[in-house]
């Protein structure tokens, strides 16, 4: 079972940016298209950001042009830069495969104040 450990969450104002982290165990990791997943109180989860295995990506439209999803094949991680940051960008963030096959982590809070 791949273990996820996110991080890098925390309080920002509006406009601020952060770059959180996806550290993932396993030997699969560099084969996978990995994705970025947030949780809002009260709404579902959604993919937010994606990569594929040859580095090729694709984006929520609510966060396209403000958010950039890179990997770490050697390093196993994955990030995500977060840059003009929204109050509604406010959510708990999770990585995990686009067929969401590995166990899901704690996730890391990104709370944006205005």
């Known amino acids: 079972q791949v273990q996820l450990v996110e991080s890098g969450g925390g309080l920002v104002q509006a406009g601020g940016s952060l770059r959180i982290s996806c550290v993932a165990s396993?030997?699969?990791?560099?084969?996978?298209?990995i994705g970025w997943y947030r949780q809002a109180p009260g709404k579902q989860r959604e993919q937010v950001a994606v990569i594929r295995s040859g580095g090729s990506t694709n984006y929520a439209d609510s966060v396209k042009g403000r958010f950039t999803i890179s990997r770490d094949n050697a390093k196993k991680t994955v990030y995500l830069q977060m840059n003009s940051l929204k109050p509604e960008d406010t959510a708990v963030y999770y990585c995990?495969?686009?067929?969401?096959?590995w166990g899901w982590g704690q996730g890391t809070q990104v709370t944006v104040s205005s």
């Open positions: 396993g030997s699969t990791f560099s084969i996978k298209a």
């Open positions: 995990n495969t686009v067929i969401e096959d």
